[in-house]
Each structure stands twice: as structure tokens, then as C-alpha cells.
């Protein structure tokens, strides 16, 4: 059928691209695509499948995963639709798969509603591999869908033995591994020749601490600091890049630039990263795999044949900066027929005793370039630039003059009151006169245009010192950095401030992710646990960072210690295991893939980390006396009232044991389920009889923390929820409607009011102006969360940054509903403020996109809602006045696909399939 009928529109397909006016050429290739896709809808029936993931990621290269779990996208115009089959091809080559044939893996017609994680179940894959595929589904339909259309991804190199270079760098010494300061970046390169014609060429790398790679005098890729910063001593990372077309028949010349990283950090600071057990000095281990048209292959690898010579990068620290002497520049030393008589041969090196695993994530990119908002002169030859945005990234510099001349870009996101940069804050920590600076020594040759390539800053100013003449605003842009994220949701309302405060914590969570979640790009760059799990919910609402996280807690887990005791920040030089801060940090470990269970279903993250939950909890088990647990910083940034350490530690020892527990009962653990179900509720009941006053419904000294805490920790006991819940409303109240929490209590404050019936109050809290609050951050020119509510600290902090997902959970109202996972049934229940007009969010689940967007006039309420296909929600329509339930005008009880379940004055309780509905309720 479908054959005939796309047969029989071809030549009209085929005249619709002939010449005719633009206008009626336009409208006739419209209509034939429309009767196109009629008809392959007819023939398929109206399901479409595609964006296509391998381990959360769009096409990976070099997984070290050897059964990915695959995932993908219904789009079906119908209501109600639901995946009851599905079957996936996995070939080899393009060609054979095209050919629909999965000489890998033909799962063949499975009945089944799985539409994500499905776990490759083909043939054993190699170090190497490639593999393309597409799936088909069935919805209901004796018909399947179309194939959506291919993907692929490919395997890494596995096992050390897969890996035939050798480890290269400076002919160091071996005592001279921990120099003082840094030696120039070296630069290692090596010519070979191609022969014959390539079908494909792979480039497996790991330059630490960081590499750039190039190819006959072009980068490889746009990955930016590459390889992520990991736990050096376990494991460092490689990256796979696909170099086919970069090579030429003939001569070819590779060239690799060394930085140092947290790798070979030489410059004292309070983390001590200097004394990092792993430092050593920057080395390169690569391997290109070449496999020729004709079935031979070849490989070029890292080994002493390789020559090697310092080049323009005369110094670069991550926290300092990087110092670049063009002068020094080499030009063409990436290309083939470059001299490099005068290098010295490179020499083998021991190489790292961590292990090499892929990197399993997003790269990280420069992902937008800012143009300054002004540029001021606040002494002479002294120029400050604004880029209108504290961001995490760096100066690129556009200058002319001549050779010698050396221009200094200093970093930071505080004025003095002259108009000169002030880095106090955030340079206090690192033992150097300088921070935050990168330096650009011209060569002399007409406009040079230069960006540092082994630091990153977080700022919003650029002091720009020793420019030939007076810069215009084309001297300094802001390359904007991060882990390149797809974006995942989006929030907005009628509220502007609310749009702010979104706008400061979206800017906040990405420039606090640079390979890895952080507490501030420019004082610390630390992997602060506490910080992480605190807005775990943010980032993989509006970013899906799910392979981000999966890739850090293989770091995290790494550093569980034999006793148990895990760091307060992970990577670490070893610092961090003897602080003070406790649960609240720690417990990122078990929160964040509890999250990626909920959020995404990931089963697999909880199975690789249980022993380690495990271990882990065990150290505080034995710490706790009488199970309450008295370690921990606690609230850490309170805006004023102090809360007992005692009672937010052990409710973070409460949370964990109950996760861990429900994690031994998903794995079939049913003995450790019930051990650690049974120490949660003896923890429980410890926290409520120490902690809980029943004459007053007050917990500890009845903070808002300490009353927020409770709740939102499910640790107060049914008969005593609501008077301890109006107690909170009641003390913000009188509070003036502000808050009084640090950064754990502002997790806690503004769900645990709205999920106890005082929306009302927590609206007011998010939407204060007076301090402290976000509103009066951005009242004072924020346009990033800080770190304290007064604005004394850091100004790029993202630990307060969870108000954003209330945003999402509760003004647009998307949440999953706890009877499943990954959002395969949806929760859609928007709150409803009085001043609030509209508010609408979209959250790219792992099914599709889930949207929510309420509107209100004096009569009338309107929410449309959008289910992805293969799930259902419950659709909570507020009752904003008494009135009659519509769906797209039909009433409600005649709406198509949708069941109601309750309907009363307060709300309207509905049940629906996928699709988009419009609810309309209208005043009586
Ligand atoms: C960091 C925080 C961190 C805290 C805990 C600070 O220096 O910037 O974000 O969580 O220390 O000790």
C-alpha cells in the first residue's frame, strides 16, 4: 500500500522541484508534501519514532559502555498513544543497515511499552566498534511505524591492552615531576603518510591535564578543555574523535598541545590541588586507528618517534590564568613538511597509574560569544569592559601593534567604587599575585585575534591593561563555557522579576558546570557535593544533564574511603575527607542517581553505586549516637536564624537510608531493604523524640529550616502535619513574608509550604523583594545567584539555585508522579497565585516533551497541556472560580481521551493519554 501510493506521487514530488515562480513552486511542494506524508501516515499509521540516544547522547563516539541502553521518542498525533511493540536494527555499517539488515543486533518484534533503556542485546561489541541504528514501533496498530531514521555510536578503546601508544612528554626527570612552577605548554607532533584511500580513521586521546589536537594545521572538533578534570589518581578521561576527513593522501602531520590542568597544579591554594597525589607533568598518550578502503589498517601511535618543543603558552594554571607569548608561535607545526629539525625527540613516560575510561558525555564547548555592554577608562590605559552577564568562561582579545607588546586581561565580576576591578573576594584562596589573568604577548603581524585555551574564568568584567591605543568595543567579546547541554526545559510567566531570578539561576547552573557540577567558577571551580545535590532536580529539568552526572559519580563513587567516609568535594587531591560538612554534602552521592532514577528511569546508575550507598552510609552509621547524627556544617549561608546541625544531618541520614533501602529492594535485595528500612525508621523516631515538641508542633528551636526540614524530609508524623505546617507559614508571616534559611532550608522552605496548602505564603517568599531574598538580588542588578543573601561573597553560586524547579514543579506545575519513574506518568498541577497571570514550562523527558501553560482572565482558565506518547498524566485544573470544565469546547465529561477522576470546588482531577488537550474552566 504505502509502496504504491509514494510510488504513484513520486513524479509529482519530482515536478514540484521543477522551475516555476517561487511562490506557486513553494505552495505545489507544500501540498505534495502533504500528500506524502498522508500518505505514508495511512500506510504506517500515525506514529512517528525518533530522537534517537545511546546512554542519554545523541550519537556518542568511543562509549566504554559495552551494553548501551537505547532510547527514543514516539511523536504520534493521535490521543492515548501507547508503544506496544517495538524492534531494533544495529549493523555494522551504514550500508547494511540501510539494507535492514542488523548484522549486529535484530531484536526482532518486541511486545513490549519500553521506549527507553533498552538494553543493546546483540553481539558482543569490540574496542572500535561502530554501530548504526534505527528502531520501528507499533502503537496499538497491527502496522508499524516507519524506521525512524539512523544513528549510530561507537565503542572506545576498552581494556589497556586495546591501547598500543605510549605515555609522552618532556624529558623530565624524574624528581623534577613536581617543579615549582609550570614549564611552557609543549607542543608533540609527528608526520606519516597516507597510502591509500581511508574509509575511516579514529583518534583515541588523552592528553592530561589538558589537550588541543590538531590535523594538518586544523583543530580536531570544537571540544573546548578537553578531557574533562576526573579523579586523576583513579581514572582519567579519553576522547574519541572521528578524523576521517581531516587526513589527505600523502603527507599528514599530527600536533598536540599540552596544558596542565588540575593535572599539574604548581600554584599553592586552600585545596591543596598542588599536592595532589597524581601530579606529574603534562603527558600524551594517543593512538589513531586507520582502516583503509581496501581492508588493511594501520595505526599511528604516541612513542618516542614523536618530536617534541615548547611553543607560545609560556604558563597556564586553571585558577590563574594562561600567558601567551605569539611571538614564540610556530606556525604551520601542525602541518606536514613543518621543520622540526630543531625539536627534541619526545621522551616515554610512565604514564598515570589511573585507569582510562571514556568520556560518556556532552563535551564541553564555547557555547555563545557576548559582546561588552560598555567599555570605561576608570584610569588611564586602563580599560574595564562589561559583558552585561557573569559568566563562566574567557576573554577572547582582538588587538593590533606591534611585536613585544604585551596586553593583560584581567578577570572578575566586582567593581571598586572607582571603576577598577576588584578580585578580593574571589582571589582569596590561591597563593598568587595573579588570578583570574591571561596575558597576550603580540606577535606584530596586522589584527591578532587570541583566546587562551587551557584556563577558564568566572566573570563579568575584563580590566584590560597594556593595549596599544584605546580599545573600541570590538577589543574583548566573553566566549561563554560550559558542558554543552541540550536544554531541557524552559520556564516563563507573567511575573518579570520570577523571569529574572530564573534567567540568574539558568546562568548560574551552567557556569557552574564545566565538566562538572561546581560551586563557583572563578573563587573555587570545586566539585562541592553539597552544592550539586542541592539542585540536581534543576539540572536535569532544564538542562537533561543525566550523562553529566552519571560521568561525575564515577568519580564521587571512586572516593568512598575503606571506612566509608567520602570527601566533601570531589575531584580531589585528598583534601576535603577530615571537613566538617557532612551529610548534607555527602549524601550527593546517593540523592543525585536516586534523582536519575526518578527523573529518568535509570536503573542502571543505582546497581553501579549500591555497594558504595552502602559503605558509605555505614560511616555515618557509626558516628550517629542514638541515631542522631551531630556532624555537619548545617545550613551553611543562613540569612540569619542558626538551625542544629543535629537535625538537618540526620535527616539527610534519614533521606539516605530510605533511598538506599528502596534501592536494595529494586536490585531484589529484600533482606537489605528491610535492614535499612528498619534503621530509617528507628532514625525516624529518634529525630521525632529528640527533636520534636508536640505541645508546640515545633522541631528543634522551630526555625524555618528546622520546621521546612521535617517536612519536606517526610519525618513529621501524620496526626501532627498540619499544625507543624502552620507554624511555618505562621513564622514567615510574621517574618514579614521572608525567609529565613541557608542554602538547605531554601530546598526545603518553598515546597514544603506548598505541599502542606500554603502556596500562598511560599508565592510571597519567591516573589520578596526586601532582603533577604532572590528577589532582592536581582533587585540589586544580579543577573546570577550568589552565594550569601546579603551579596558578600561570591556573585556565581548556584547552592540557592532549586527555586527554579518550584518554578517548573509548582507555578507551571510539571512534576513525575511518584507511582512511576522518568515522568511515564506525569503529575501536571499548576498553583495558581494571585497575581500571576500566566505561567508555561516544557520539560524534555525522556518520553518527549511534557508542556504545561495556564492563562487566567477574570472568567475564564486555560491550560493546555501537552503528554507525550507512551505516557499518561493526571491533569489537576485548579478550581480559580466555580465554573464549567471544557476540553477543546466539548465538555468535560465528553472530552476525547480524557477521564475524570474527581471533581469538586477546588479542583478538577482528570486522567489523560498523550496528546495536547486545552482545558478551558469558565466562570458560571
Ligand atoms: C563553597 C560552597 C561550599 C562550602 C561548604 C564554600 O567555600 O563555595 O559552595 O558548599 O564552602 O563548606
Known amino acids: 500500500m504505502k509502496h504504491r501510493l509514494t510510488a504513484l506521487l513520486q513524479p509529482f514530488a519530482r515536478f514540484a ?8 513552486r513553494s505552495r505545489i511542494q507544500s501540498w505534495i508534501c502533504m500528500a506524502l506524508l498522508v500518505a505514508s501516515t495511512a500506510a504506517h499509521g500515525a506514529v512517528s519514532v525518533g530522537k534517537l540516544r545511546c546512554e542519554y547522547l545523541a550519537n556518542p563516539e568511543g562509549l566504554d559502555v559495552v551494553r548501551p541502553r537505547l532510547s527514543w521518542i514516539l511523536d ?43 538494553e543493546y542485546g546483540g553481539k558482543p561489541l569490540r574496542a572500535g566498534q561502530q554501530c548504526f541504528w534505527k528502531v520501528r514501533v507499533w502503537a496499538g496498530s497491527a502496522k508499524a511505524s516507519r524506521w525512524s531514521d539512523p544513528a549510530r555510536w561507537s565503542i572506545g578503546l576498552l581494556n589497556s591492552s586495546d591501547w598500543k601508544g605510549q605515555w609522552i612528554g618532556n624529558p623530565v626527570p624524574a624528581n623534577d615531576l613536581q617543579l615549582k612552577a609550570p614549564l611552557p605548554a609543549p607542543l608533540l607532533r609527528k608526520s606519516f603518510d597516507i597510502k591509500r584511500p581511508v574509509r575511516r580513521a579514529t583518534a583515541y586521546i588523552c592528553g592530561l591535564g589538558y589537550y588541543e589536537m590538531e590535523l594538518n594545521g586544523s583543530k580536531v572538533g570544537n571540544r573546548v578543555l578537553d578531557p574533562m578534570i576526573t579523579q586523576y589518581d583513579k581514572r582519567a578521561a579519553y576522547v574519541t574523535h572521528d578524523v576521517t ?64 618543543s615548547s611553543g607560545p603558552i609560556v604558563f597556564d594554571q586553571l585558577r590563574v590564568g594562561e600567558f601567551h607569548d605569539a611571538r614564540l608561535e610556530k606556525p604551520g607545526w601542525s602541518k606536514p613538511g613543518f621543520d622540526d629539525s630543531g625539536w627534541s625527540p619526545a621522551a616515554v613516560r610512565e604514564g598515570p597509574k589511573a585507569i582510562l575510561t571514556a568520556a560518556n558525555v556532552e563535551p564541553i564547548r564555547v557555547m555563545k560569544t557576548l559582546e561588552p555592554v560598555s567599555v570605561k577608562e576608570p584610569k588611564p590605559g586602563v580599560f574595564v569592559f562589561d559583558l552585561g552577564q557573569n559568566i563562566a568562561g574567557w576573554p577572547r582579545l582582538r588587538v593590533k601593534g606591534a611585536a613585544g607588546t604585551t596586553v593583560q586581561m584581567k578577570c572578575g565580576e566586582r567593581l571598586n567604587p572607582d571603576g577598577t576591578l576588584d578580585q578580593k573576594d574571589i582571589a582569596q584562596h590561591v597563593r598568587s599575585t595573579d588570578f583570574q589573568l591571561t596575558t597576550y604577548t603580540l606577535k606584530g603581524q596586522g589584527t591578532e585575534v587570541w583566546e587562551p585555551r587551557f584556563t577558564f574564568h568566572g566573570f563579568q568584567y575584563v580590566q584590560l591593561e597594556g593595549f596599544p591605543g584605546k580599545p573600541d568595543f570590538s577589543a574583548i567579546e566573553g566566549r ?68 553529566a552526572y552519571t560521568e561525575w559519580l564515577r568519580d564521587v563513587g571512586s572516593m568512598v574511603r575503606a571506612d566509608g567516609k567520602l570527601p566533601s568535594i570531589v575531584p580531589t587531591g585528598g583534601w576535603g575527607y577530615n571537613r566538617l560538612d557532612g551529610p548534607a554534602w555527602e549524601s550527593a552521592f546517593v540523592l543525585i542517581p536516586w534523582e536519575l532514577y526518578l527523573q529518568a528511569g535509570d536503573h542502571r546508575i543505582l546497581e ?19 541515631h542522631i547524627v551531630n556532624y555537619g556544617l548545617g545550613d551553611w549561608c543562613p540569612a540569619r536564624s542558626q538551625t542544629p546541625r543535629t537535625v538537618t544531618s540526620t535527616a539527610y541520614y534519614h533521606q539516605c537510608l530510605r533511598i538506599i533501602s528502596k534501592t536494595a529492594d529494586l536490585l531484589g535485595k529484600i533482606d537489605e531493604a528491610r535492614h535499612y528500612a528498619k534503621l530509617a525508621d528507628n532514625v525516624r523516631s529518634a529525630f521525632n523524640t529528640q527533636f520534636f515538641n508536640a505541645e508546640t508542633g515545633l522541631y528543634a528551636n522551630g526555625t524555618q529550616t528546622a520546621l521546612s526540614c521535617a517536612l519536606y524530609q517526610d519525618l513529621v508524623d501524620d496526626p501532627h502535619r498540619s499544625a507543624v505546617s502552620q507554624n511555618l507559614a505562621e513564622q514567615v508571616r510574621t517574618n514579614g513574608h521572608r525567609l529565613d534559611v541557608g542554602i538547605l532550608g531554601s530546598k526545603y522552605l518553598l515546597r514544603a509550604l ?30 546570577t545567584l550568589w552565594e550569601d543573601w546579603p551579596g558578600a561573597m561570591s556573585r556565581n553560586h ?16 510539571i512534576r513525575y508522579d511518584s507511582r512511576d519513574v522518568a515522568y511515564k506518568r506525569i503529575l501536571i498541577q499548576p498553583n495558581i497565585a494571585d497575581d500571576l497571570t500566566w505561567a508555561r514550562a516544557t520539560r524534555e523527558s525522556m518520553y518527549g516533551t511534557i508542556r504545561s501553560e495556564w492563562k487566567r482572565s477574570p472568567d475564564r482558565f486555560d491550560l493546555n497541556v501537552t503528554v507525550p506518547a507512551n505516557t499518561t498524566a493526571t491533569v489537576v485544573v485548579p478550581g480559580v472560580f466555580d465554573g464549567n470544565l471544557r476540553e477543546s469546547g466539548r465538555r468535560i465529561s465528553g472530552a476525547r481521551g480524557v477521564k475524570v477522576i474527581r471533581q469538586g470546588l477546588s479542583e478538577h482531577v482528570l486522567e489523560v493519554g498523550s496528546g495536547t488537550y486545552r482545558f478551558r474552566l469558565e466562570r458560571r
Not at 102 to 113: A, F, Q
Not at 524 to 545: H, R, S
Not at 755 to 774: E, L, R
Request: with cysteine; aromatic share 14%; hydrophobic share 40%.
Open 480 to 547: 561563554v563555557v560550559h558542558t554543552a547541554f541540550e536544554r531541557a526545559g524552559s520556564f516563563k510567566c507573567s511575573n518579570d522579576l520570577l523571569n529574572k531570578i530564573q534567567t540568574a539561576a539558568l546562568w548560574s547552573y551552567v557556569g557552574n558546570f564545566v565538566g562538572f557540577p561546581s560551586d563557583c567558577p572563578h573563587r573555587e571551580k570545586n566539585g562541592w557535593t553539597g552544592d550539586a545535590q542541592l539542585i540536581v532536580q534543576m539540572g536535569l529539568e532544564y538542562f537533561g544533564a543525566q550523562a
Open 798 to 813: 548556584i547552592m540557592f539555585g532549586d527555586i527554579s524547579s518550584w518554578f517548573m514543579e509548582y507555578l507551571a506545575g
Open 754 to 783: 506548598s505541599d502542606h496548602g500554603h502556596f500562598d505564603v511560599a508565592w510571597k517568599v519567591a516573589t520578596q523583594t526586601n532582603s533577604p531574598s532572590w528577589g532582592n538580588w536581582i533587585m540589586l542588578g544580579a543577573n
Open 76 to 118: 504520534a498525533s493521535s490521543r492515548g498513544t501507547v508503544q506496544t511493540g517495538y524492534q531494533v536494527l544495529a549493523a555494522s555499517t551504514a550500508e547494511l543497515l540501510k539494507q535492514n539488515r542488523g548484522d549486529l543486533w535484530d531484536s526482532g518484534k518486541v511486545e513490549s511499552d519500553q521506549s527507553i533503556h533498552v
Open 245 to 308: 576527513r581531516l587526513l589527505n593522501r600523502g603527507k599528514n602531520a599530527v600536533g598536540v598541545t599540552l596544558g596542565n590542568s588540575w593535572y599539574n597544579a604548581t600554584v599553592s591554594e586552600a585545596w591543596d590541588f598542588d599536592k595532589a597525589p597524581w601530579r606529574a607533568q603534562p603527558q600524551l598518550l594517543l593512538q589513531m586507528n586507520i582502516e583503509y578502503a581496501d581492508g588493511s589498517s594501520e595505526q599511528v601511535v604516541s612513542d618516542s618517534t614523536w618530536k617534541i
Open 608 to 626: 553501579t553505586h549500591y555497594d558504595g550507598f552502602k559503605q558509605w552510609i555505614g560511616w555515618y552509621s557509626g558516628i550517629a549516637t542514638n
Open 17 to 24: 522541484t521543477l522551475q516555476f515562480p517561487t511562490t506557486y
